[in-house]
């Protein structure tokens, strides 16, 4: 089956990665131009077309374009993928907007969302038990990932029926064990990604009772680069955005060639086209270039990432150091920012999209 391991732990991955990142060999100067990138990817139905782009032969096709060579990696554990990048020994990485900016940035890592691929439009969702009221919930243990993207969107879910994280328990539970838990009749509410929700809906007396669904936009899937690095050689940022809209364009065709591509990027996932194609169902992808400029210039992001660096602040996931929400920098197209202004190390760039929706590429 498709591993659901996107989002997790993101208060042990930013000690993790804090570590790695103090132990780990002085990297190559990022400032400096050079012709070989590595980028690391983990699987998630949103990030598959990045393996199956190497496989066809695509990212090899935008490198010769451009001069460089684009290794694809895999990373079998999400943290670990995160934590390797924050470390330097990825020069990218597939991340989740909450992940970015709670380990690589709020450890001093510059760091920019080259593309914004995806949100989350049902892949994760809060399971109930016995009633499919949300006001149920009041008072009961809630078994999840805690301080990942699953307990944002339980606060947020709670935020919806004006409830507080303070009327229910929460009980960490590992993504590998979420769906045997729920089995258990003494568990009666969990909040879980796919696939694991998939086979958690198929639970007697289960019923969804939020998703990611009623907050379209909040949990974006992201393709991030070093800051230095991108500067320094900014045909990797163009090699990288041609090779994603021509592969996503494959993806969405509607015939044998587009049949293919998904298929193939299923049995890269381990998983069956049907199920894959059931998890990209819920993905909303942005497939045309200017959708993601849209995305990325419009001030719903900049509100969204507000509630996101609030709720991180709140759980502790931006260190002790962090005397409020405003510690971490953020900056947005148009010259917009968010928190500390002298201390950017997250930034939404919306340029090398824009140049594919304008044909530059």
């Excluded at 997790?8 to 002085?26: D, E, Q, R, T």
């Excluded at 969702?125 to 699953?150: R, W």
């Excluded at 998890?279 to 996101?308: C, G, K, N, S, W």
């Excluded at 660096?309 to 709140?314: A, C, E, L, M």
Aim: glycine content about 10%.
């Amino acid at each position: 089956m498709l591993n659901g391991i996107r989002k997790v732990g993101a208060a042990a991955a930013l000690a993790c990665a804090l570590f790695v990142a103090s132990c780990a060999p002085a990297s190559e100067d990022a400032t400096a131009p050079k012709t070989q990138f590595t980028i690391g990817w983990s699987i998630y139905a949103g990030w598959m077309p990045w393996p199956y782009a190497e496989q066809a032969g695509i990212v090899k096709k935008w490198g010769d374009k451009y001069g460089i060579e684009i290794d694809i990696v895999q990373v079998n554990d999400y943290v670990e993928s995160v934590n390797q990048y924050t470390a330097g020994q990825l020069d990218g990485v597939t991340v989740a907007n909450m992940d970015a900016l709670t380990i690589p940035a709020a450890g001093g890592k510059d760091t920019t969302a080259l593309i914004i691929g995806d949100y989350s439009n049902g892949n994760d969702g809060v399971l109930l038990k016995g009633t499919d009221n949300l006001a149920g919930i009041a008072g009961q243990q809630v078994n999840l990932v805690e301080l990942s993207v699953s307990h944002y969107l339980l606060a947020r879910a709670l935020e919806s029926a004006d409830l507080a994280m303070t009327d229910v328990r929460t009980i960490n539970t590992a993504d590998a064990d979420i769906a045997g838990a729920f089995t258990s009749p003494d568990v009666t509410a969990a909040v879980a990604w796919n696939p694991q929700l998939l086979t958690m809906k198929q639970e007697a007396g289960a019923h969804e009772v939020f998703s990611s669904a009623d907050i379209p936009g909040e949990i974006l899937d992201l393709l991030v680069v070093d800051t230095a690095t991108l500067e320094a050689n900014p045909n990797l940022g163009k090699a990288l955005v041609g090779i994603w809209y021509e592969t996503i364009a494959l993806m969405q065709q509607d015939d044998e060639a587009g049949e293919a591509a998904r298929a193939a990027m299923a049995q890269l996932a381990g998983t069956t086209p049907e199920m894959f194609e059931a998890q990209v169902a819920t993905t909303h992808l942005y497939v045309e270039p200017a959708q993601a400029v849209a995305a990325a210039t419009d001030p719903a992001l900049i509100e969204t990432m507000t509630r996101v660096r609030d709720f991180s602040f709140s759980q502790g996931l931006f260190g002790q150091g962090a005397s409020s929400a405003e510690a971490v920098g953020m900056a947005f197209p148009g010259g917009k920012t968010l928190g500390d202004g002298n201390s950017i190390t997250l930034r939404f760039d919306d340029s090398f999209m824009q140049m594919a929706a304008d044909g530059e590429l």
